[in-house]
């Protein structure tokens, strides 16, 4: 890079949400752990003059830069964002555009990804509703993470084509999550029936790019604009619907759930215009899509303090 001039790509506009701020912490020297535990999330709305230097990538802990610095557009229009320093190469999900997602040369490598909390093989999501575990057996409140060590599982996330690794997996929920989104989004995860280790910021749908069924769970999302309830009985169900944008025939999309279960999650009318979190698979319902006979850790609302990461 001639003069080491930043030069602007397409592809780290915008993906980077939010950078690490951490005076005197110099990239390949100190410790990446103490970078994630200490550094502050800045989003390119919130940039000072005086963090410059001193911003480095969620993911790979590359320099960063503003582009443009100090205004919030360029001369052609486009907002201001976060890239790499140009002149340092590292592998980074965020300036490369995922393929088959992040492979590991060994399983020891792989393993030390989990430990350092870079990558996280999701079992599977919790079915049922977790208990306690104190002789009365109360069920949790809504602030715990029910999160559960999980059994081995066998990932083909090798570097070398045909060759699986056996990991130590996670039992979760779409809360957890939620809990620490802004953290979270730059994990690895692998999920069930998926192959490849994808950023959690990669593995994300908003649902108004849906255009048909799945044959396969997504992690989906959208902002709730109505609740409707044919029934009237807590069993019954209450149809949660997202902003979505009519295609191939479809006019709208829900989530369907039981309103009892509904009412655990907060997935009622005061929570109009939140965003909703599911996994599962995409059917049709009616004239519209919909997710059905989703498990208790399959949905959750996300806290509005990280919506400003999905605008």
């Given at each position: 890079?001639?003069?080491?001039?930043?030069?602007?790509?397409?592809?780290?506009?915008?993906?980077?949400?939010?950078?690490?701020?951490?005076?005197?912490?110099?990239?390949?020297?100190?410790?990446?752990?103490?970078?994630?535990?200490?550094?502050?999330?800045?989003?390119?709305?919130?940039?000072?003059?005086?963090?410059?230097?001193?911003?480095?990538?969620?993911?790979?802990?590359?320099?960063?830069?503003?582009?443009?610095?100090?205004?919030?557009?360029?001369?052609?229009?486009?907002?201001?964002?976060?890239?790499?320093?140009?002149?340092?190469?590292t592998e980074c999900g965020l300036r490369?555009?995922?393929?088959?997602?992040?492979?590991?040369?060994?399983?020891?490598?792989?393993?030390?990804?989990?430990?350092?909390?870079?990558?996280?093989?999701?079992?599977?999501?919790?079915?049922?509703?977790?208990?306690?575990?104190?002789?009365?057996?109360?069920?949790?409140?809504?602030?715990?993470?029910?999160?559960?060590?999980?059994?081995?599982?066998?990932?083909?996330?090798?570097?070398?084509?045909?060759?699986?690794f056996n990991l130590p997996s996670t039992?979760?929920?779409?809360?957890?999550?939620?809990?620490?989104?802004?953290?979270?989004?730059?994990?690895?995860?692998?999920?069930?029936?998926?192959?490849?280790?994808?950023?959690?910021?990669?593995?994300?749908?908003?649902?108004?790019?849906?255009?048909?069924?799945?044959?396969?769970?997504?992690?989906?999302?959208?902002?709730?604009?109505?609740?409707?309830e044919p029934g009237k009985y807590p069993?019954?169900?209450?149809?949660?619907?997202?902003?979505?944008?009519?295609?191939?025939?479809?006019?709208?999309?829900?989530?369907?759930?039981?309103?009892?279960?509904?009412?655990?999650?907060?997935?009622?009318?005061?929570?109009?215009?939140?965003?909703?979190?599911?996994?599962?698979?995409?059917?049709?319902?009616?004239?519209?899509?919909?997710?059905?006979?989703?498990?208790?850790?399959?949905?959750?609302?996300?806290?509005?303090?990280?919506?400003?990461?999905?605008?």
């Amino acid at each position: 890079m001639a003069g080491g001039k930043k030069v602007e790509t397409d592809w780290d506009r915008n993906r980077i949400k939010h950078a690490l701020h951490l005076p005197g912490w110099i990239f390949r020297v100190g410790s990446e752990s103490a970078l994630r535990q200490s550094g502050k999330p800045v989003l390119v709305s919130e940039y000072q003059k005086d963090m410059k230097g001193q911003l480095f990538c969620p993911e790979c802990t590359c320099p960063l830069f503003r582009s443009p610095e100090e205004v919030e557009a360029n001369k052609t229009g486009r907002n201001a964002y976060y890239a790499h320093r140009r002149n340092i190469k590292t592998e980074c999900g965020l300036r490369t555009k995922p393929a088959e997602g992040k492979k590991y040369l060994t399983e020891e490598e792989a393993s030390q990804a989990i430990v350092d909390g870079k990558l996280v093989i999701v079992k599977g999501f919790l079915k049922e509703k977790p208990v306690s575990p104190d002789k009365e057996a109360k069920v949790y409140d809504q602030t715990f993470v029910e999160d559960e060590h999980g059994e081995v599982s066998e990932v083909a996330i090798a570097r070398h084509r045909g060759q699986k690794f056996n990991l130590p997996s996670t039992l979760t929920t779409i809360r957890g999550l939620c809990t620490k989104f802004d953290e979270n989004l730059y994990k690895y995860y692998v999920f069930p029936e998926k192959q490849h280790a994808q950023l959690l910021i990669d593995s994300i749908r908003n649902v108004t790019t849906l255009s048909s069924v799945t044959d396969v769970p997504i992690l989906g999302y959208g902002r709730i604009v109505s609740i409707w309830e044919p029934g009237k009985y807590p069993q019954s169900t209450r149809f949660v619907k997202l902003a979505f944008k009519a295609k191939n025939g479809y006019g709208d999309f829900s989530i369907m759930i039981s309103q009892r279960e509904a009412d655990l999650h907060d997935l009622n009318t005061q929570s109009i215009g939140r965003f909703a979190f599911f996994y599962g698979k995409i059917s049709v319902n009616g004239g519209g899509l919909s997710v059905k006979n989703i498990g208790w850790g399959e949905v959750a609302l996300l806290p509005t303090k990280y919506e400003k990461y999905l605008n």
